[in-house]
């Protein structure tokens, strides 16, 4: 057991931190402010490898592994979840296609997503449902070589960008919730105006309107009527950003509040003196180690997973802790700051914006802690 960073690991840490604070946190209230990021930061983390860290380098990935990931995406956590949660979205849609994938779709498209020139995305919720994949109403219905896909999935991040899409439809052969890759904007394929959400503004999220759209019948993924078992454990690769993501949010609340609470000063001195703000600050450091230790383990697993269902619990408990002690941290650095923590001025009311997304994206906690209670209850 060994919990030290390794000098490749201190390297890729450092260059993540640098972008965030250098690049990132200059232009953060411009991109919350018009609800977009910036090309030219997209290009910037394209050329630092950002959308190729954990992909083997035969496919164009950095081969820095998923734990090379997790120590980037929570370091420019700490500046923007908006960014990150590009990120984020891409690593579960490419966690798949790496996974399912036959060996041309990897060569087709792990490419050009390693090198940012596509961002993946996964499509599972419909209007009806972000829980339960029997209530999907997306059709495929196969047609020579071909599938033609009709339906609607919501609130689909990077649905915005050019690049494969792996999405879930029912095919009508089997019934059941089937896996395909779409290849986006291509005909049949539009999207919604972006949803006004309450946090992660830049990071659009749209809805998707699947019109006949046709797909060769090479973009299966997995088998006919395996939707489920894909869903299950592709979507635990994008837990693992979620987690980083909250951990992110998780230093942010604790360097902010240790910065106001040597600042604010009461009476003859800072109100660091009060037992209240102390206790407050040591809950905020216990939560950032749990969570660290939590995600960089998942990260670690991701990247040799010995037993699919073990990482489906650890993905699961892992991305429902960090990501609700996320919420809890952003709240306990807004009350060390009293008022001053609900204004813009501060990046409280951000931090507590972004973390209340966590828990509910990628399966909301309930339906993780069913997850595990199922794994460990399993006759
Ligand atoms: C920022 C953001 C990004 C997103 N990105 C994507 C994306 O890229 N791709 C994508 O597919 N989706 C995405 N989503 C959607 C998100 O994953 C779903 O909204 C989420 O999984 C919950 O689904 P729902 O909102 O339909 O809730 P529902 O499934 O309707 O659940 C509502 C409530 O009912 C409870 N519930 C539901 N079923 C059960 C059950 N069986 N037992 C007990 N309780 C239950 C839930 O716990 C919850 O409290 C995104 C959402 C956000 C906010």
């Not at 579960?92 to 050009?112: C, D, H, R, V």
């Not at 990071?203 to 088998?223: H, M, W």
Request: hydrophobic share 40%.
């Amino acid at each position: 057991m060994d919990f030290a960073l390794s000098k490749e690991q201190l390297i890729i840490q450092n260059i993540a931190k640098e972008f965030a604070e250098k690049q990132l946190e200059p232009i953060v209230d411009q991109i919350e402010l018009e609800n977009a990021i910036p090309e030219s930061v997209l290009k910037a983390m394209s050329e630092l490898d950002f959308f190729a860290l954990p992909y083997e380098e035969k496919y164009g990935g950095a081969g820095a592994g998923y734990d090379g990931y997790v120590l980037v995406v929570e370091q420019i956590a700490k500046v923007s979840r908006a960014v990150t949660a590009v990120i984020s979205a891409h690593t579960l849609g490419l966690g798949a296609i790496t996974k399912f994938g036959t060996e041309e779709q990897l060569k087709k498209y792990l490419g050009p997503c390693c090198k940012g020139e596509w961002i993946a995305s996964f499509a599972f919720t419909e209007p009806s449902t972000g829980s339960d994949p029997k209530q999907i109403t997306t059709t495929a219905v196969k047609d020579g070589d071909y599938f033609v896909i009709n339906g609607t999935k919501r609130f689909i991040s990077n649905a915005v960008y050019d690049g494969p899409m792996v999405t879930f439809a029912k095919d009508v052969i089997s019934g059941k919730p089937t896996a395909f890759i779409i290849d986006k904007f291509t005909p049949g394929y539009s999207i919604s105006e972006p949803w006004h959400k309450m946090g992660t503004r830049g990071q659009k999220l749209v809805d998707v309107y699947f019109k006949d759209l046709r797909i060769p019948a090479a973009n299966l993924l997995g088998e006919l009527g395996q939707g489920y078992p894909i869903l299950r454990y592709g979507i635990s690769f994008g837990k693992i950003g979620i987690s980083a993501n909250g951990l992110g949010s998780i230093a942010s609340s604790l360097e902010q509040s240790v910065k106001y609470a040597k600042e604010k000063v009461h009476r003859d001195g800072v109100i660091a003196k009060f037992p209240t703000i102390q206790t407050k600050i040591a809950d905020l450091a216990i939560m950032l180690e749990s969570a660290r230790w939590l995600t960089y383990r998942l990260g670690f697993l991701a990247n040799d997973i010995k037993d699919q269902t073990d990482f489906i619990k650890n993905a699961a408990l892992t991305k429902t802790f960090v990501s609700e002690m996320a919420v809890k941290s952003a709240r306990l650095a807004i009350e060390i700051h009293g008022s001053y923590g609900l204004m813009e001025d501060y990046k409280t009311a951000r931090d507590y914006r972004d973390a209340i997304f966590g828990p509910l994206t990628e399966g909301v906690s309930d339906m993780q802690k069913i997850i595990v209670a199922g794994i460990l209850l399993k006759d």
